[in-house]
Each structure stands twice: as structure tokens, then as C-alpha cells.
């Protein structure tokens, strides 16, 4: 399975972004879909996921994001609102499935204030 990330740029401060995450393969097989995200001089942090129908979020986004899947596209997408210059970063899909995990290259957002 190949995940193709997209949807990435600058943008104001409280402005919105929707990131998109295409899958090559069924996504309804795999056990969950998330993002993450990559700051300059920060760890890889879990922003969201979904499993077939959960979505889980990381405190700093409660409110703001919002994680979905289109099993008919393969396709998972973050809609991220109220950006705020802490949401730079480069936003990666990750997919899994029992003990395989699937990266895709990662999409930039900037945000400026």
C-alpha cells in the first residue's frame, strides 16, 4: 500500500487547510488511519486517527480537526481550522495493519501569524 499525502501550503493564522491522504490500496482493511505531525526541532507527534469509524485526536487539536475516511476514494482527509502558528510542521499519513505499518512522504503546512 502507497500513501500519497497532499493538500499542504501557507496559510494565515486562524485561517483552515484540508489535507488528503490517498491510499493505493482498501483502506476498510487496514486496522486504523492517522496523522502526524513533524515540527522543526520537535518529535513525530500522533495529531489524529481513525479505526473504522473512531476518531481519536491529540489534546492540541481537540476542537479544531477533524479526521474522516472515504472508503470508496481510499482516501482519508484532516481538516485542520483555526491554525495557529504551532500546526507548522510537515503532516504525515500512516496507515497499519496488524503489524505493518505504511508511511506516505508528508505534506508541508505553514502556518504565519
Known amino acids: 500500500v502507497q500513501l500519497q499525502a497532499s493538500g499542504g501550503g501557507l496559510v494565515r493564522a486562524g485561517g483552515s487547510l484540508r489535507l488528503s491522504c490517498a491510499a493505493s490500496?482498501?483502506?476498510?482493511?487496514?486496522?486504523?488511519m492517522a496523522w502526524y505531525r513533524q515540527a522543526p526541532g520537535k518529535a513525530r507527534e500522533l495529531v489524529a486517527k481513525?479505526?473504522?469509524?473512531?476518531?481519536d485526536y491529540a489534546d492540541s487539536v481537540k476542537g479544531r480537526f477533524t479526521i474522516s475516511r472515504d472508503g470508496d476514494k481510499n482516501t482519508v482527509y484532516l481538516q485542520m481550522n483555526s491554525l495557529k502558528d504551532e500546526d507548522t510542521g510537515v503532516y504525515l499519513c500512516?496507515?497499519?495493519?496488524?503489524?505493518?505499518?505504511?508511511w506516505g512522504q508528508g505534506t508541508l503546512v505553514t502556518v504565519s501569524s
Open positions: 490500496g482498501n483502506i476498510i482493511s487496514m486496522d486504523a
Open positions: 481513525i479505526t473504522e469509524t473512531t476518531p
Open positions: 500512516h496507515a497499519w495493519r496488524g503489524p505493518t505499518n505504511y
